[in-house]
């Protein structure tokens, strides 16, 4: 089992960045996959970027050339890096993680401004 705690969401003009960051608690050496989705509103929650133990990244085509996902040397940490943000990148971002089972934080939101 792990616990995620997100941060770094908040209130951006259109053309800028941000970088969020979610912090893993728990078995975290189980963990096969991190990563991020979205949700927004009135909208299902969509992939954003996932990064595997080994370092494998992937990325929704929208965000590919926008967002990097990275993870922390101590492997608790999962960062993602949002540039060129668009008043439709507004949402909340929930921080993944997969062992046996899915495990989610309670998100963080993302406010892009125009």
């Known amino acids: 089992q792990v616990q995620l705690v997100e941060s770094g969401g908040g209130l951006v003009q259109a053309g800028g960045s941000l970088r969020l960051s979610c912090r893993a608690t728990g078995n975290i050496f189980a963990m096969n996959v991190m990563g991020w989705y979205r949700q927004a509103p009135g909208k299902q929650r969509e992939l954003v970027a996932t990064?595997?133990?080994?370092?494998?990244?992937t990325y929704a085509d929208s965000m590919k050339a926008r967002f990097i996902i990275s993870r922390g040397n101590t492997r608790d940490m999962v960062y993602l890096e949002m540039s060129s943000l668009k008043p439709e990148d507004t949402g909340v971002y929930f921080c993944?993680?997969?062992?046996?089972?899915?495990?989610w934080g309670q998100g963080t939101q993302v406010t892009v401004s125009s």
């Open positions: 993944y993680a997969e062992l046996i089972l899915e495990y």
């Open positions: 990064i595997t133990r080994g370092g494998s990244t």
